[in-house]
């Protein structure tokens, strides 16, 4: 069993910017990818950002240029820093985690789609943490 928990979210401002953290525990010898997603209220989850493999990164055209991932291996933590908040990014934001390659592909197409997961959808997720940004 891996366990994931976020943190890093909170309240601020349109303009400003947050890292959110988040860090793996328990079986992590088999993850192959972790991504980041985010439900707003009333709405679908959404891919945001993943990283396949430790190399490959992906982002939803929605935070393209503004969020960026930066994983540390020592520290088994996925770093999401987000710039340039809008009121649109508000949801929570959860981590996921796969251990296999078709669930890894899948994580990636959902996030350069921006498309939609279950909670189902892979295997390993986080409790979330929650960002609202104000105009």
């Known amino acids: 069993q891996e366990q994931l928990l976020e943190s890093g979210g909170g309240l601020v401002q349109s303009g400003e910017s947050l890292t959110l953290s988040c860090t793996a525990s328990?079986?992590?010898?088999?993850?192959?990818?972790m991504g980041w997603f985010r439900q707003a209220p009333g709405k679908e989850r959404e891919g945001v950002a993943s990283i396949v493999g430790g190399g490959t990164i992906s982002y939803a055209d929605s935070v393209k240029g503004r969020f960026s991932l930066s994983p540390d291996s020592a520290k088994n933590t996925l770093y999401l820093r987000m710039n340039s908040l809008t009121p649109e990014d508000t949801a929570t934001y959860y981590c996921a985690a796969e251990s296999t390659y078709p669930k890894c592909v899948r994580m990636q197409t959902t996030v350069i789609l921006g498309a939609s997961a279950s909670a189902s959808e892979f295997m390993y997720w986080g409790q979330g943490t929650p960002v609202t940004v104000s105009s």
């Open positions: 328990g079986s992590t010898s088999n993850t192959y990818c």
